[in-house]
């Protein structure tokens, strides 16, 4: 009897963990629905196939370490081997998670300071809100930013209000979610003038297959699919086209997991323009990743580039 209770309780606590995963995902037919992405990050599985891992012309050194008081330091230093441009920043991170308050403050090596200061479900459940400041004392530019996002099952709200300008520009996006179909729409107002930007997007998510198309303005069209082929395998698809060309731009991304500390990144356009990327962990936190862009259509000509980035975690 003791035996079928063990085995019982063995099945709840696998079939909890069965339904944690469905969750993650939201599939069809499943009861709960994890909140949408947000407007912005709508299509990132296949975005990041194409971006993850490549960074053609430019040598790159990333080093974070945390203090025992739980303060973030982050160093990046980075050189354009077309210009010869080397650029740097230090960035700090603190948290106070009883307040549910994170500051980070960031300055670069061409002398500019941004200040973030966000508050996450204290006043509500689901709801952030942010201030960001920017400073640069060489010129007296300062600009400001007032953030807010409230996300709950089946819907990602965002508005910030931008004071860059002479006039402040209001951004808001809306994400809505039902099942495993997802549609968006973002927006831009200049408060001064007139409608900035106006952007929609519809999509469908499941478990491992993922589709979405955009429209910005009413003349940038684009679509992206993506799936999870195994365990080792991802593949993308995208495509783009402006109103008033017969131009179709695309591209087809893959990325392969050789193992658990390495993978390989390949793409390429419809310009003929080959992208391979080769990521490794050395050792917990220590990361390689290689890159190189090789021109298809002039092979023979040079103009390819090579990138390099190494990052360290202690």
């Known amino acids: 009897?003791?035996?079928?209770?063990?085995?019982?309780?063995?099945?709840?606590?696998?079939?909890?963990?069965?339904?944690?995963?469905?969750?993650?995902?939201?599939?069809?037919?499943?009861?709960?629905?994890?909140?949408?992405?947000?407007?912005?990050?709508?299509?990132?599985?296949?975005?990041?196939?194409?971006?993850?891992?490549?960074?053609?012309?430019?040598?790159?050194?990333?080093?974070?370490?945390?203090?025992?008081?739980?303060?973030?330091?982050?160093?990046?230093?980075?050189?354009?081997?077309?210009?010869?441009?080397?650029?740097?920043?230090?960035?700090?991170?603190?948290?106070?998670?009883?307040?549910?308050?994170?500051?980070?403050?960031?300055?670069?090596?061409?002398?500019?300071?941004?200040?973030d200061v966000t508050m996450e479900d204290q006043l509500a459940t689901g709801l952030k809100l942010g201030l960001d400041a920017l400073f640069v004392p060489s010129t007296g530019k300062r600009n400001g930013k007032v953030k807010s996002a409230y996300k709950r099952n089946h819907m990602n709200l965002g508005c910030n209000l931008d004071f860059d300008k002479a006039a402040p520009t209001?951004?808001?996006?809306?994400?809505?979610?039902?099942?495993?179909?997802?549609?968006?729409?973002?927006?831009?107002?200049?408060?001064?003038?007139?409608?900035?930007?106006?952007?929609?997007?519809?999509?469908?998510?499941?478990?491992?297959?993922?589709?979405?198309?955009?429209?910005?303005?009413?003349?940038?069209?684009?679509?992206s699919i993506y799936q999870k082929v195994n365990r080792n395998l991802e593949a993308a698809v995208n495509l783009a086209w402006t109103a008033g060309s017969n131009n179709t731009r695309f591209g087809i991304g893959t990325k392969y997991h050789l193992h658990k500390d390495s993978s390989l990144s390949a793409k390429v356009n419809n310009s003929g323009v080959v992208g391979l990327g080769y990521t490794r962990t050395l050792r917990p936190g220590v990361n390689l990743s290689l890159s190189a862009m090789i021109d298809g259509k002039n092979v023979s000509s040079g103009g390819h580039k090579v990138g390099m980035s190494f990052e360290v975690e202690a």
Not at 174 to 196: D, H, N, P, R, W
Not at 197 to 218: M, P, R
């Open 170 to 223: 209001v951004h808001a996006a809306a994400v809505l979610a039902f099942s495993s179909l997802i549609g968006g729409c973002q927006m831009a107002y200049e408060t001064k003038s007139k409608m900035a930007k106006y952007n929609w997007a519809l999509g469908y998510q499941g478990s491992d297959f993922h589709v979405h198309a955009h429209v910005n303005d009413g003349s940038e069209f684009g679509a």
């Open 1 to 115: 009897m003791l035996q079928e209770e063990k085995t019982e309780t063995g099945v709840q606590a696998e079939n909890k963990d069965v339904c944690a995963a469905c969750e993650h995902h939201a599939p069809e037919g499943h009861g709960t629905m994890v909140v949408p992405p947000a407007y912005s990050d709508l299509g990132k599985d296949a975005k990041d196939i194409f971006t993850k891992g490549y960074g053609y012309g430019v040598m790159k050194l990333d080093i974070k370490t945390k203090s025992h008081n739980g303060v973030e330091f982050i160093t990046s230093g980075s050189n354009n081997t077309d210009t010869g441009k080397s650029g740097a920043h230090l960035e700090t991170k603190y948290k106070v998670n009883n307040l549910g308050l994170s500051f980070n403050q960031k300055w670069t090596s061409d002398n500019t300071l941004t200040v």
